[in-house]
């Protein structure tokens, strides 16, 4: 199994920015996909990012593209969410999830195999 470990969740006012981070530990070793989710009040989880462990490609839903950037350091097996210019509809706890993979395919969308608990973002004004 793995574990997740979620940091840097808080409080900002509209344009400002925060860094989310997700430590994995446990047999992460088959990991594929590290990516970032959220869920605002009243609102299902939605996708956010994503990045492969191997290769670094990255993925973004269009309501991120330009002022979120993921990343990962292998080495500590943890995942960055970089968010520059955020707005009060970003609110929302955002969650860290890892996928390994599947006999269907990965997808960076998902399926996920290990949730984190979730860090909240709130976005003020």
Do not use: H
């Amino acid at each position: 199994q793995v574990q997740l470990v979620e940091s840097g969740g808080g409080l900002v006012q509209a344009g400002g920015s925060l860094r989310l981070s997700c430590a994995a530990s446990g047999r992460t070793f088959r990991i594929y996909y590290m990516g970032w989710f959220r869920q605002a009040p009243g609102k299902e989880r939605e996708f956010v990012a994503a990045i492969t462990s191997s290769g670094g490609s990255t993925y973004y839903a269009d309501s991120v593209k330009g002022r979120f950037t993921i990343s990962r350091d292998n080495a500590k097996k943890t995942v960055y969410l970089q968010m520059n210019s955020l707005k009060p509809e970003d609110t929302a706890v955002y969650y860290c999830a890892v996928a390994e993979p599947n006999p269907m395919g990965p997808s960076p969308k998902g399926p996920y195999d290990y949730w984190g608990q979730g860090t909240q973002v709130t976005v003020s004004s």
